[in-house]
């Protein structure tokens, strides 16, 4: 049987950040591929969500230091998504004032032969990676060593549909193999001809008109409105909410970032959500697996923004609204106006509204001789997905609107084979469990058989040891079976149902794999009951 979820350990007040206990201690989880042992690999209106910045919120104020800007994650989404989904309830006697403070920036000057307009809005989000601000105790205190390479950390591509009805967020690999236009270098001065470059680099050389150009080339997505994200802002955001719920099936430790969580479910302040939205050593996946967890991180914002009144309260969400503005640089169309617009037609916005991709990427891309390790699109789903968003299409598959809170486990159930046995005379019996795994996701043969024992009054499920969390998965689904480990087995687990089963709990995998592009949407990723 799969261990309870275990409480995160008290921690102390904000003020006392030296010495406080880890949240949790656990093992790494590793990675391997599908069916091998241990498991499986890792896989308009105006308006839109970014989010903030991370920053030790307290003490900088109580010692009189400079905001703090750590490497972020994706988590510029997020803020954006709280500011304008909060501002229908606030009016314009709190929203005119909330623009002062937008450091303003002209990405589209000069720029000609664009994408044709499609329907809705589309955003680009970026964050940047400068550490120069920093002192060395912060650096230190964050894990944030090294020289900032002064380009973007994370860039997303933001879809509001123009029925308002959802949001489409899609995460761009910073590495991915990019071609810039020629173009004026600002570090240099000197004129540039085309070039490849990694995405993130566009930034570093030449601002955010260059970056704008370079992924309206790439996806022929005509780009309404820039942001970017000074991120000092992001732990005192955090904070000011009460922080953010995530929670996980697996360990999850990062020594590059301090990230130390149990399984179970976690009440992140604004320090932990930081190390959350940063770790890229959590498991093989790197920095695609990262991404999944901002997402995951996003989705959990949007359902604390909505559900916990902030938006409703005047005081607190200018508060928290006007921290995150403080460190905004935004395109000049781009105002208290705008967002007070969408934030009208928002107000009914939940996780379930939203959704998460990443750029298709091919499986093994080969190195550049200048570049060195980069992603390559897979340019032909690369394709199909953007055209989806400039045809302002949902971009997960349609599923029933009415589903079981499903746990969170480790393993997809979608890739873990199952035979079923009937272990009692109760006719039927096998075909009944067959059935309902399948209905949950599990991939049964489908051909039920009858057990040499009949007399079975507990249901087992035996398992080839190096198999061991697909089997964790399958006994949280088959809530109070036996967990028989048989060496020798194979990939193929063997339930044996016995007079004790009852139902088939619904399961779902942390980061579940959705349709074409891999899209999840936000209550998917979100904890159950959220």
């Known amino acids: 049987m799969p261990q309870p979820p275990r409480s995160p350990r008290p921690r102390p007040p904000h003020g006392s950040r030296r010495g406080a206990p880890r949240q949790g201690a656990g093992r790494g989880g590793g990675a391997a591929g599908y069916g091998g042992p241990g498991g499986y690999g890792a896989p308009g209106g105006r308006g839109g969500p970014p989010a903030p910045r991370a920053t030790a919120a307290f003490e900088d104020r109580r010692r009189g230091r400079p905001p703090r800007r750590p490497r972020w994650g994706v988590r510029l989404a997020t803020a954006l998504s709280v500011l304008v989904l909060g501002s229908g309830a606030i009016g314009h ?154 929670c996980t099936a697996k360990p999850m430790r990062d020594s590059h970032t301090g990230l130390d969580l149990l ?32 997402q995951r991180f996003i989705a959990a914002l949007i359902h604390e923004a909505t559900s916990s009144g902030v938006l409703l309260n005047p005081v607190k969400f200018k508060e928290v609204s006007s921290t995150l503005l403080g460190s905004v640089r935004a395109d000049p169309g781009f105002g208290s106006t705008e967002m007070l617009a969408l934030g009208q037609a928002m107000r009914e916005f939940t996780p379930a509204s939203s959704e998460f991709a990443s750029v298709p990427i091919l499986p093994d891309s080969k190195p550049s001789p200048r570049l060195g390790s980069v992603v390559r699109w897979d340019e032909q789903k690369a394709a199909r997905l ?19 809170v499903a746990v969170p486990v480790d393993v997809a159930p979608q890739q873990i084979r199952v035979h079923v046995e009937n272990g009692t005379r109760i006719d039927g019996l096998g075909g009944r469990v067959d059935k309902a795994l399948r209905a949950t996701g599990f991939n049964t043969d489908q051909a039920p058989t009858a057990g040499v024992v009949r007399t079975a009054t507990r249901t087992v499920v035996a398992y080839d040891p190096r198999w061991d969390r697909s089997a964790k998965t399958l006994g949280t689904a088959l809530e109070g079976a036996e967990l028989r480990p048989v060496p020798g087995l194979g990939a193929t687990l063997r339930v044996t149902a016995g007079t004790d089963y009852r139902k088939v709990t619904a399961v779902r995998a942390e980061d579940p794999y959705q349709g074409e592009f891999g899209v999840v949407t936000g209550d998917q990723v979100a904890c159950p009951g959220q």
Request: proline fraction near 6%.
């Open 93 to 246: 006697a709190v929203m005119t004032g909330l623009d002062v403070g937008i450091n303003r920036v002209d990405p589209f000057k000069d720029m000609k032969n664009r994408p044709r307009a499609g329907h809705g809005v589309n955003f680009l989000i970026v964050g940047t990676d400068e550490r120069d601000k920093l002192t060395q105790e912060d650096k230190r205190e964050y894990r944030l060593g090294g020289a900032p390479c002064h380009c973007t950390d994370t860039i997303m591509l933001v879809h509001i549909s123009a029925d308002r009805e959802r949001a489409s967020v899609i995460s761009l690999p910073r590495d991915s193999y990019a071609e810039v236009p020629a173009h004026l270098d600002l570090l240099s001065r000197r004129q540039h001809g085309p070039h490849a470059v990694k995405l993130n680099a566009a930034y570093a050389e030449g601002g955010p008109n260059l970056t704008v150009r370079t992924v309206e080339n790439m996806t022929r997505v005509k780009i309404d409105h820039y942001l970017e994200v000074d991120f000092t802002a992001f732990m005192k955001t955090v904070d000011a909410i009460g922080g953010v719920e995530i």
């Open 263 to 294: 399984p179970g479910t976690h009440r992140l302040t604004g320090g932990q959500a930081l190390q959350y939205v940063r770790s890229r050593y959590v498991d093989g996946a790197a920095d695609l697996g990262r991404m999944q967890r901002q």
């Open 386 to 404: 953007f055209q989806a968003l400039r045809d302002d299409k949902p971009l997960a598959p349609a599923r029933p609107k009415r589903r079981p």
